[in-house]
T-cell receptor, first 114, second 111 residues
């Protein structure tokens, strides 16, 4: 099993450009999550999908949109990138939201917006 | 709102020293607690978790944590650290559909 995969690994955007970060998991998990990680701020939840067909805002959703394409895939879109969105983005999945199961993380995407 | 507090943002230890990283949470209901580790340049990996039962939980690489309900704490411990334990450590608590994360503690082990 590959676990949780993310593409791309690195990306540089100019302010105002758009892009989509891709995430896929092969563990048949129901729940998927997008986080951003900034120095000294830990992990902040952007959006999550408790199950296929549902998405909900997390702590910092502004400037982002998500799509739960199917059970395996959960994408994050930046419509008009801003320098404040420079960060490392992690996707995670979990067997069942609200359960006592842990989250499994992808390798991350390092995004720089100039 | 639920929150998780990690008191030490940076910890520097020498090899073979004992480690204790603090984690306190604010949530009065049934809790599921986690410690994750992030090695330099890598993604987060689960170290250990508490769901129920024995409050002393053992994880990978010699780490353990103790859940003390009366203190709302879940401190991470290791009796003797190694240089390879240099990493950032995150505490998290389950809340509805999400995990609530602490800000992390950067641990540096001097060889």
């Amino acid at each position: 099993n590959a676990g949780v995969t993310q593409t791309p690994k690195f990306q540089v955007l100019k302010t105002g450009q758009s892009m989509t970060l891709q995430c896929a998991q092969d563990m048949n998990h129901n729940s998927m999550y997008w986080y951003r990680q900034d120095p000294g701020m830990g992990l902040r939840l952007i959006y999550y999908s408790a199950s296929e067909g549902t998405t909900d805002k997390g702590e910092v959703p502004n400037g982002y949109n998500v799509s739960r394409l199917n059970k395996r895939e959960f994408s994050l879109r930046l419509e008009s990138a801003a320098p404040s969105q420079t960060s490392v983005y992690f996707c995670a999945s979990r067997a069942l939201a609200g359960s006592a199961s842990e989250q499994y993380f992808g390798p991350g995407t390092r995004l720089t917006v100039t | 709102a639920q929150s998780v507090s990690q008191h030490n943002h940076h910890v520097i230890l020498s090899e073979a020293a004992s480690l204790e990283l603090g984690c306190n949470y604010s949530y009065g209901g049934t809790v599921n607690l986690f410690w994750y580790v992030q090695y330099p340049g890598q993604h987060l990996q689960l170290l250990l978790k508490y769901f129920s039962g024995d409050p002393l939980v053992k994880g990978i690489k010699g780490f353990e944590a103790e859940f003390i309900k009366s203190k709302f704490s879940f401190n991470l411990r290791k009796p003797s650290v190694q240089w390879s334990d240099t990493a950032e450590y995150f505490c998290a608590v389950n809340s509805n559909y999400q995990l609530i994360w602490g800000a992390g503690t950067k641990l540096i082990i001097k060889p």
